[in-house]
């Protein structure tokens, strides 16, 4: 059979109507992961299990140029700090967050989002969620601890979350716009100031994807002037 006879024969594909989208399209954003030091590797995998997000770790001005929103992972937040101001992305990413790029920080990243710390005035801070926090706040007996939170999202106002605190801190004082989202043993383990969330314990070890779902809709959502 010669090859223009193979082409000719070729059956032609029956005519379908083309499927029916039963889903919106899901809008594409670049979700960036602050990976100077600390579990940032936890949280690329978090973000790789949801749709529709792209993860780019920024170390450099140029990563950060390129995303959407910023995760602030836990680790040490004095070393993340000196490695902020020392790869000279302090100002740059202080610029975008006042500009209105959503952050999500867990822990250490909670404390650098934060306006001041308690006992601490030396360490600098980002300093965009109205709240003072105390550093490893929940005392030495119990460094690490797992429990059940309530953690109201919106589609689901009465979820409970496996939080995972290892030397957390919590917030001795939200102010302002900074409101509180939760709250273990009535000390308060997360805050949200408009498109800026921090929170004390660590969602990206637990394989619960719900609160960087959550993260996720406030960066497609998010009216950021660049
Ligand atoms: N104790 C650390 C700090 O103060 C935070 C711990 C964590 O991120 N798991 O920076």
């Not at 601890?145 to 309530?150: I, K, M, S, V, Y």
């Amino acid at each position: 059979m010669s090859s223009e006879s193979t082409i000719l024969n070729t059956p032609v594909p029956p005519q379908t109507s083309a499927p029916v989208a039963t889903v919106p399209p899901i809008w594409q954003v670049t979700i960036g992961v602050m990976a100077l030091q600390g579990d940032f590797d936890a949280h690329e995998k978090a973000l790789a299990a949801l749709p529709g997000v792209s993860v780019k770790r920024v170390r450099t001005v140029a990563d950060l140029d390129s995303v959407d929103g910023l995760i602030l992972p836990g680790g040490e937040s004095t070393t993340m700090a000196k490695l902020l101001l020392r790869f000279e992305l302090m100002e740059p990413l202080k610029k975008r967050l006042n500009a209105g790029m959503p952050a999500f920080g867990t822990c250490a990243g909670l404390i650098l989002l934060s306006e001041d710390i308690l006992n601490r005035p030396e360490q600098p801070t980002i300093g965009v969620l109205s709240c003072t926090v105390d550093r490893n706040a929940f005392g030495r007996q119990v460094d690490s601890f797992e429990t059940d939170l309530a953690f109201p999202l919106p589609d689901e106002p009465a979820a409970m979350v496996r939080a995972v605190f290892i030397r957390a801190p919590y917030v001795v004082q939200a102010r302002g716009e900074a409101q509180v989202l939760a709250t273990y043993d009535n000390r308060i383990v997360a805050v949200q100031q408009n498109n800026i969330l921090g929170i004390a314990f660590h969602p990206e070890l637990t394989g619960d994807l719900r609160v960087h779902s959550y993260f996720v809709n406030l960066v497609r959502h998010s009216t950021e002037k660049r």
